[in-house]
């Protein structure tokens, strides 16, 4: 599978974490600085980096006014968005099916790039996710080493209702990664 990664050059550190797990996972990964899907051919899956810097450089055209002409049989499986923090997407790229990460100080993780192979072309088993996944979920959220989710394992609230958190379990004398859902107040926690 060929995979162009557009990304804005604000984004060059996590840009090459990713390109480096996509062809970990097989992927064949082209690299688009600063650039949204340029010369994309049929065999090609975009995957786009979103963040203040993508919305700044990207966000009018992308508006309501659509997908660029350049990107080909464009579809679900053919976009795949990527979150970078938490700058919504724009209206015309919001009803895509795309992976947030919690936090774009935390490192990508490997089942981010298995997940954005198997949105792109929808080959393999999907990793593993937490919540009720199914085709029809929109947001995977990726909280590094606690894992990908798809929604709420209690109260099935979307991941966009999940937040990460850091703290100190002062009593255990040790430092947790915590993920909190903001709807029901679930959690889960792993040391750091």
């Given at each position: 599978?060929?995979?162009?990664?557009?990304?804005?050059?604000?984004?060059?550190?996590?840009?090459?974490?990713?390109?480096?797990?996509?062809?970990?996972?097989?992927?064949?990964?082209?690299?688009?600085?600063?650039?949204?899907c340029?010369?994309?051919?049929?065999?090609?899956?975009?995957?786009?980096?979103?963040?203040?810097a993508?919305?700044?450089?990207?966000?009018?055209?992308?508006?309501?006014?659509?997908?660029?002409?350049?990107?080909?049989?464009?579809?679900?499986?053919?976009?795949?968005?990527?979150r970078?923090?938490?700058?919504?997407?724009?209206?015309?790229?919001?009803d895509?099916?795309?992976?947030?990460?919690?936090?774009?100080?935390?490192?990508?993780?490997?089942?981010?790039?298995?997940?954005?192979v198997?949105?792109?072309r929808?080959?393999?088993?999907?990793?593993?996710?937490?919540?009720h996944?199914?085709?029809?979920?929109?947001?995977?959220?990726?909280f590094?080493?606690?894992g990908l989710f798809?929604?709420c394992p209690?109260?099935?609230?979307?991941?966009?209702?999940?937040?990460?958190y850091?703290?100190?379990?002062?009593?255990?004398?040790?430092?947790?990664r915590?993920?909190i859902?903001?709807?029901?107040?679930?959690q889960?926690?792993?040391?750091?």
């Amino acid at each position: 599978m060929r995979i162009r990664l557009s990304y804005r050059s604000q984004d060059e550190y996590l840009a090459s974490s990713l390109a480096t797990l996509l062809r970990r996972v097989g992927a064949d990964v082209v690299c688009d600085a600063d650039t949204f899907c340029s010369e994309s051919s049929d065999d090609d899956t975009v995957v786009l980096l979103w963040s203040v810097a993508a919305l700044a450089a990207w966000g009018e055209p992308l508006g309501d006014t659509g997908l660029p002409d350049g990107l080909p049989d464009t579809g679900a499986a053919r976009l795949v968005p990527v979150r970078l923090d938490a700058t919504p997407l724009p209206h015309s790229l919001s009803d895509l099916r795309h992976i947030r990460l919690a936090s774009s100080k935390e490192p990508v993780t490997e089942g981010t790039a298995a997940m954005i192979v198997h949105m792109g072309r929808a080959v393999g088993p999907a990793p593993a996710v937490r919540g009720h996944y199914s085709e029809h979920t929109v947001v995977i959220s990726d909280f590094s080493r606690l894992g990908l989710f798809a929604s709420c394992p209690r109260c099935d609230a979307s991941s966009e209702r999940l937040r990460p958190y850091l703290t100190v379990d002062h009593l255990h004398d040790r430092a947790l990664r915590l993920v909190i859902c903001g709807a029901c107040g679930w959690q889960d926690a792993c040391d750091l």
